[in-house]
């Protein structure tokens, strides 16, 4: 996955607020990675309400949250590691209320309590982790901060190239959380050629290898996995640890 220039030694800084502050500064125009809420309004409109307090992570310059307040959404709060790029969302959106800017860093979000949001959008910020330094490491410490954050019950949707080869453990080793798959193509199709309805859950087996039975190989897709928060399994996990 390409999503700019490496660093020194081939691994991009995609960690480093400095890469992302001199990326803003570049270029300032709103950019959606993936996807727009218009095509994803469907799926959110089955795991989300209206009523949620909501938490979009490394949320760039997107308008993604403005388009979710423009559809009625009530409480959208973004956050990035960019002090630039929050400072411009800041300004730019200062005038509605229902729409908040904060800097932070999604491998530690201390600044929220825990279970503070029913609902977490991450569209390309675990793929940008891995594609970083110590990208293990980093992706975790973010999973274990979006599942602390997160109200039990609560959804994390999370929209990435990662077919089920490269995700599927990483969020189940967890132990947080059910998960269903759907998939969204890539490009714009006609309703006869699309890879596979989008609000119709996938088949998930334990290794997810039934995602490619169904899809076939290298489809062009970004795959979404809605993850439900369970209190119950991290409980049932430790105590099998102690027995």
């Given at each position: 996955?390409?999503?700019?220039?490496?660093?020194?030694?081939?691994?991009?800084?995609?960690?480093?607020?400095?890469?992302?502050?001199?990326?803003?500064?570049?270029?300032?125009?709103?950019?959606?990675?993936?996807?727009?809420?218009?095509?994803?309004?469907?799926?959110?409109?089955?795991?989300l309400?209206?009523?949620?307090?909501?938490?979009?992570?490394?949320?760039?310059?997107?308008?993604?949250?403005?388009?979710?307040?423009?559809?009625?959404?009530?409480?959208?709060?973004?956050?990035?590691?960019?002090?630039?790029?929050?400072?411009?969302?800041?300004?730019?959106?200062?005038?509605?209320?229902?729409?908040?800017?904060?800097?932070?860093?999604?491998?530690?979000?201390?600044?929220?309590?825990?279970?503070?949001?029913?609902?977490?959008?991450?569209?390309?910020?675990?793929?940008?982790?891995m594609?970083?330094?110590?990208?293990?490491?980093?992706?975790?410490?973010?999973?274990?901060?979006?599942?602390?954050?997160?109200?039990d019950?609560?959804?994390?949707?999370?929209?990435?190239?990662?077919?089920?080869?490269?995700?599927?453990?990483?969020?189940?080793?967890?132990?947080?959380?059910?998960?269903?798959?759907?998939?969204?193509?890539r490009?714009?199709?006609?309703?006869?050629?699309?890879?596979?309805?989008?609000?119709?859950p996938?088949?998930?087996?334990?290794?997810?290898?039934?995602?490619?039975?169904?899809?076939?190989?290298?489809?062009?897709?970004?795959?979404?996995?809605?993850?439900?928060?369970?209190?119950?399994?991290?409980?049932?996990?430790?105590?099998?640890?102690?027995?």
């Amino acid at each position: 996955m390409t999503m700019g220039t490496p660093s020194a030694g081939g691994v991009h800084a995609y960690g480093e607020p400095a890469y992302w502050d001199q990326r803003y500064r570049q270029d300032p125009g709103p950019f959606d990675w993936y996807q727009k809420y218009k095509t994803l309004a469907p799926i959110l409109d089955i795991y989300l309400r209206r009523s949620h307090r909501l938490l979009v992570v490394g949320c760039g310059n997107s308008i993604l949250g403005e388009s979710m307040i423009a559809d009625g959404y009530q409480d959208v709060v973004n956050i990035d590691i960019s002090s630039v790029v929050v400072e411009a969302m800041q300004k730019k959106y200062q005038d509605i209320p229902q729409l908040k800017y904060i800097k932070m860093d999604v491998r530690d979000m201390n600044s929220f309590e825990d279970g503070s949001f029913d609902a977490i959008i991450d569209k390309g910020t675990l793929d940008s982790l891995m594609c970083g330094h110590d990208a293990q490491h980093s992706a975790t410490k973010m999973l274990e901060e979006v599942g602390r954050v997160l109200k039990d019950k609560g959804v994390y949707i999370l929209i990435t190239y990662g077919d089920p080869n490269y995700r599927l453990h990483l969020l189940r080793d967890l132990h947080l959380w059910n998960i269903h798959m759907h998939v969204i193509d890539r490009m714009e199709k006609s309703s006869e050629q699309k890879t596979w309805e989008l609000t119709r859950p996938l088949p998930l087996n334990e290794d997810g290898s039934s995602v490619a039975a169904v899809l076939g190989t290298n489809p062009e897709v970004h795959y979404i996995y809605v993850c439900t928060k369970d209190q119950s399994l991290r409980q049932n996990q430790n105590e099998g640890v102690e027995h």
